[in-house]
C-alpha cells in the first residue's frame, strides 16, 4: 500500500523559505518511472501543480513558480523535499504531496498524501 | 503549457440526475493523458479516471470518462448523494497542469 504524508511549518514570514518534506512508504523511489510530485490549493481554490521529481533525478516545474522552487529527493529516506523561496500570503495554500509514474505504465498523481496547510504571515 | 478550462462552474443536479462535465484542452493531449479527480471538503483529491476513459480502482461505474485530442468529458450517471463535489480534470502528457474545477452541488 503507498502512503505519502506532508511536514513541515504551518506559518512562514513573508519573504522566509518554506521547506516542506513528503516522507512516503509502499515504493522506492529507485524503481525506474516512479516520480513524486507537490500540487498546492489556496483556500477555496483550484489545484496547481508545482514541481515533480523522478527515479532518475530529472525535475519538472511549473514555469510560474520555477525560479523559486527546488524539489530534491533522499531515496534511502523514502524523502522528497520542496523548497519554495521568497514566501508571500498569496502563497498561502495547502501543499499536497503525490506518487505518479512517467513510464511503464504512464499515471497521474494517485494516491496523494494528506495535505498540510501552510499560512503566510505578513 | 496546457491550459485545461472547465465548464460549466457548477452545476446544480438533483440525485438520480446525470452530470456531464467538460474539459477543453489549448492543445492536443498526448497519448490522451487526461485524469479527472473528485475532491470534497477538507479531503485530498481522488482519482477517479485517467487516460481519459480508465476507472481507477474502486470508482464506481456510474462515473465514466471520454473523449480524445482536446476534448473529454466526465459523466456521472444517476447521481447518488455522495456524489456532490468537486471535480477536476488533470493533463499529464506534457508536464501537469490542472482544470479550475466544476462543483456539483445539490438543486
Known amino acids: 500500500q503507498i502512503t505519502l504524508k506532508e511536514s513541515g511549518p504551518t506559518v512562514v514570514k513573508l519573504t522566509q523559505t518554506l521547506t516542506l518534506t513528503c516522507t512516503f512508504s509502499g515504493f522506492s523511489l529507485s524503481t525506474s518511472g516512479v516520480g513524486v510530485g507537490w500540487i498546492r490549493q489556496p483556500p477555496g481554490k483550484a489545484l496547481e501543480w508545482l514541481a515533480i521529481?523522478?527515479?532518475?533525478?530529472?525535475?519538472r516545474y511549473s514555469p510560474s513558480v520555477e525560479s523559486r522552487l527546488t524539489i530534491t529527493k533522499d531515496s534511502s529516506k523514502d524523502q522528497v523535499v520542496l523548497t519554495m523561496t521568497n514566501m508571500d500570503p498569496v502563497d498561502t495554500a495547502t501543499y499536497y504531496c503525490a506518487y505518479t509514474r512517467a513510464a511503464a505504465p504512464v499515471r497521474p498523481f494517485d494516491p496523494w498524501g494528506q495535505g498540510t496547510l501552510v499560512t503566510v504571515s505578513s | 503549457e496546457i491550459v485545461l478550462t472547465q465548464s460549466p462552474g457548477t452545476l446544480s443536479l438533483s440525485p438520480g440526475e446525470r452530470a456531464t462535465l467538460s474539459c477543453r484542452a489549448s492543445q492536443r493531449v498526448n497519448f490522451s493523458y487526461l485524469a479527472w479527480y473528485q475532491q470534497k471538503p477538507g479531503q485530498a483529491p481522488r482519482l477517479l479516471i485517467y487516460g481519459a476513459s480508465n476507472r481507477a480502482t474502486g470508482i464506481p461505474d456510474r462515473f465514466s470518462g471520454s473523449g480524445s485530442g482536446t476534448d473529454f468529458t466526465l459523466t456521472i450517471n444517476r447521481l447518488e448523494p455522495e456524489d456532490f463535489a468537486m471535480y477536476y480534470c488533470?493533463?499529464?502528457?506534457?508536464?501537469?497542469?490542472f482544470g479550475q474545477g466544476t462543483k456539483v452541488e445539490i438543486k
Open positions: 521529481i523522478y527515479w532518475d533525478d530529472d525535475k
Open positions: 488533470q493533463q499529464y502528457g506534457s508536464s501537469r497542469t
